[in-house]
């Protein structure tokens, strides 16, 4: 009865009453009637959803020295594009990068920062605006870009799907502001196959939004995380994951793995991507497991014989919890409110 999913969920409402900013990424459209019912925002993107944004968007928030825009966006763009066209050697990722600057260019957007910002008079600071959601390129002009170099033809056709078929919503503008500080990605209508791109998506622009102000506290949900860092993802798109637990917290901000199985958690690199998240979590709070997984969880954490025992007789509701150096068996209380809005 009270799980993983309802253990996010009360931390989600009870963060919401202390006003912290959350971004959740939803894969199974749990968190959906939560979110409408503490007044959140919920961002739907499939192929029914009229709500779209641009993978290739450069925001003004997006550096963490607030230079080196496009070095920035191309670094986590290839993440994205190899979900896409799987590995490629290094000759392919050059000619790659050198098609992305290529698309950037055309739109007048080069390394240099001050393409990025337009001044309209002469009263506004010397940086100027910066450029809207409607002068960045989209993955139709990649794929335009790829379309004429032979030796790119390939990576073409594998983008066609985002651009004239299936995946075609991934090819729009951004058409949405998000101002709330409680914001659910709905992927779910992706499908099985697709969820990876819609993770990857928000994700990227989550981590944008949690870089904006370092005073406000906010945290990420990432649900279903071996999506990103298992064996169906790459080394680049773990990386990036990695990177965000890793730094996260000089911005104020929390991060939050979610997984159902601990296996795919290290199916990458030898478990070298969930090992690294692990242990850069403060607390790890663990529901009871099967004993493989136990097994596999004691290789990278310090189990004790006596806490193998304990996990794999938890009852629901109740939880083994590190908290650092401490580890404390516990039950999850609840107000009969926050049950009935959970539930």
């Given at each position: 009865m009270h799980g993983k999913s309802f253990f996010i969920k009360l931390q989600i409402m009870r963060n919401r009453l202390l006003n912290n900013e959350q971004y959740v990424i939803d894969i199974e459209r749990e968190y959906e009637k939560m979110a409408k019912y503490l007044d959140g925002s919920v961002i739907k993107i499939g192929p029914n959803s009229e709500t779209y944004i641009n993978i290739l968007d450069i925001?003004?928030?997006?550096?963490?020295?607030?230079?080196?825009?496009?070095?920035?966006?191309?670094?986590?763009?290839?993440?994205?594009?190899?979900?896409?066209?799987?590995?490629?050697?290094?000759?392919?990722?050059?000619?790659?990068?050198?098609?992305?600057?290529?698309?950037?260019?055309?739109?007048?957007?080069?390394?240099?920062?001050?393409?990025?910002?337009?001044?309209?008079?002469?009263?506004?600071?010397?940086?100027?605006?910066?450029?809207?959601?409607?002068?960045?390129?989209?993955?139709?002009?990649?794929?335009?870009?790829?379309?004429?170099?032979?030796?790119?033809?390939?990576?073409?056709?594998?983008?066609?799907?985002?651009?004239?078929g299936s995946l075609k919503f991934f090819n729009n503008y951004t058409n949405i502001e998000i101002n709330n500080k409680l914001i659910v990605a709905d992927i779910y209508e992706l499908g099985e196959d697709n969820l990876k791109y819609g993770m990857y998506l928000f994700t990227d622009l989550f981590w944008d939004k949690m870089k904006k102000n370092r005073q406000n506290k906010k945290i990420i949900y990432l649900d279903e995380i071996w999506r990103l860092i298992g064996v169906t993802s790459n080394k680049d798109v773990a990386s990036f994951?990695?990177?965000?637990?890793?730094?996260?917290?000089?911005?104020?901000?929390?991060?939050?793995?979610?997984?159902?199985?601990?296996?795919?958690?290290?199916?990458?690199?030898?478990?070298?991507?969930?090992?690294?998240i692990l242990n850069n979590s403060s607390n790890k709070v663990f529901f009871s497991l099967e004993e493989e997984n136990i097994q596999l969880l004691s290789k990278y954490s310090n189990l004790s014989e006596k806490e193998k025992i304990e996990i794999k007789s938890l009852k629901r509701g109740e939880c083994l919890i590190f908290a650092g150096a401490e580890h404390f068996l516990t039950k999850i209380d609840f107000a009969e409110e926050e049950k009935k809005i959970i539930e």
């Open positions: 925001r003004e928030d997006s550096c963490e020295d607030g230079v080196g825009y496009l070095a920035t966006k191309i670094n986590k763009l290839m993440g994205f594009f190899y979900l896409i066209f799987g590995e490629i050697d290094e000759e392919e990722k050059s000619i790659l990068e050198e098609k992305i600057i290529k698309c950037y260019k055309n739109k007048g957007i080069t390394f240099e920062d001050k393409s990025l910002f337009k001044n309209e008079t002469e009263k506004i600071n010397i940086k100027g605006i910066f450029k809207s959601s409607n002068e960045m390129p989209i993955l139709e002009d990649l794929y335009d870009v790829l379309g004429k170099d032979i030796k790119t033809k390939k990576m073409q056709k594998k983008l066609q799907p985002f651009v004239t994951i990695y990177k965000i637990f890793k730094t996260i917290r000089k911005y104020g901000g929390s991060s939050v793995a979610i997984t159902q199985d601990i296996s795919d958690l290290f199916s990458l690199e030898n478990g070298t991507y969930g090992r690294s």
